[in-house]
C-alpha cells in the first residue's frame, strides 16, 4: 500500500473511531509502527489529524462541541441509562456535586425529592431543574456563562469551590481515553472541572459509549483520578480490564 492509500485509509479508520493507536492501525494496515509512526507525523503536519500520546484522534472532534441542545438529542437513551445508574448511588444526606452536561442533567431529572441532599453545581440548566424541588438544596458555584453548555467557569467557579467538601461529584466529559484521561474542548472550563474533582470525596465519571475514546483539546485530569466510570455496556472488555487495572470500578449500564 502506497504512501497515500495510508493516509486516506486512517483518515476513513478517524472518521468512524474517532481516535485509533498506532499498534491497532499497524495491525490494520500491515505495516510496521515505525511506519505509522512517520505516516501520523506528516499526516499531523498537514493538519490531517491529530496525534496523540501512542496514537491519533480526528482533528475534527478535538475541535468542535456541539450545542446543549444539539447535545441532548444526540445518544439520548444511552446518556438515560448512565444516569439512572448513577442515581442509585445518591444517599439522603449526601453533598453531591453535578457538572455541566447532558448526561448530568439526566441526573438531575431523575433525582427523587430526597431530605437533606445539597447539590452543588455549575450549571445553569440544572439549576432550573432543581428549583422545584424544595428538599434539596443547590449550591451555585458562580462564575462567567459558557454559554456553548449553559455552565459557569472561571476564577469565580474556582474559588468559590476550594471553600466547599463535596461527598460524590458526577461529571460529564467531551472525551475519555486511557491514555490521557478526561477532557473537554475549553481550557478554562477544564480548570473549573479541576477544581471540582480536587474538591470530591469521590468522582464519578459519567459518559455514554460515544465519549469512551473520544479525544478533546484541553485535559482535564489523568484517569488516576477517577474512582468510578459509568458507561453503557458497548464499551469493550479489554478496555474495561484496563480501567480496573488502574482502581477504577467500571459500572455499565
Known amino acids: 500500500m502506497f504512501t497515500v492509500e495510508r493516509h486516506k485509509k486512517i483518515k476513513e479508520i478517524l472518521h468512524s473511531k474517532k481516535s485509533v493507536s498506532v499498534p491497532d492501525l499497524s495491525g490494520?494496515?500491515?505495516?510496521?509502527?515505525?511506519?505509522?509512526?512517520?505516516?501520523?507525523?506528516?499526516?499531523?503536519?498537514?493538519?490531517?489529524?491529530?496525534?496523540?500520546?501512542?496514537?491519533?484522534?480526528?482533528?475534527?472532534?478535538?475541535?468542535?462541541?456541539?450545542?446543549?441542545?444539539?447535545?441532548?438529542?444526540?445518544?439520548?437513551?444511552?446518556?438515560?441509562?448512565?444516569?439512572?445508574?448513577?442515581?442509585?448511588?445518591?444517599?439522603?444526606?449526601?453533598?453531591?456535586a453535578l457538572d455541566g452536561g447532558t448526561t448530568t442533567l439526566e441526573i438531575a431529572r431523575n433525582l427523587p425529592n430526597m431530605l437533606n441532599l445539597t447539590v452543588v453545581t455549575n450549571s445553569v440548566k440544572i439549576i432550573a431543574e432543581l428549583a422545584n424541588l424544595p428538599s434539596i438544596s443547590v449550591v451555585v458555584i458562580g462564575g462567567n456563562l459558557r454559554r456553548v453548555n449553559?455552565?459557569?467557569?472561571?476564577?469565580?467557579?474556582?474559588?468559590?469551590?476550594?471553600?466547599?467538601?463535596?461527598?460524590?461529584?458526577?461529571?460529564?466529559?467531551?472525551?475519555?481515553?486511557y491514555e490521557e484521561g478526561l477532557t473537554t474542548t475549553d481550557v478554562i472550563e477544564a480548570e473549573t472541572k479541576r477544581a471540582m474533582i480536587k474538591k470530591a470525596k469521590e468522582v464519578i465519571v459519567v459518559a455514554d459509549y460515544s465519549k469512551i475514546g473520544k479525544l478533546a483539546f484541553a485535559n482535564v485530569v489523568s484517569i488516576n483520578s477517577i474512582d468510578k466510570l459509568i458507561t453503557n455496556t458497548s464499551i469493550s472488555k479489554r478496555l474495561v480490564k484496563k480501567f480496573q487495572k488502574k482502581g477504577i470500578e467500571v459500572i455499565t449500564a
Request: hydrophobic fraction near 35%.
Open 28 to 96: 490494520l494496515l500491515d505495516v510496521s509502527e515505525s511506519t505509522i509512526r512517520r505516516d501520523l507525523h506528516v499526516m499531523e503536519q498537514n493538519k490531517l489529524i491529530q496525534r496523540t500520546h501512542g496514537g491519533a484522534v480526528n482533528i475534527d472532534s478535538v475541535r468542535f462541541e456541539p450545542s446543549l441542545s444539539e447535545k441532548e438529542i444526540q445518544f439520548s437513551d444511552e446518556k438515560l441509562r448512565v444516569a439512572k445508574q448513577a442515581v442509585q448511588m445518591i444517599r439522603e444526606g449526601d453533598t453531591v
Open 150 to 177: 449553559m455552565t459557569l467557569i472561571g476564577p469565580i467557579s474556582n474559588q468559590t469551590l476550594g471553600k466547599l467538601h463535596i461527598d460524590k461529584l458526577f461529571t460529564g466529559t467531551i472525551g475519555l481515553t
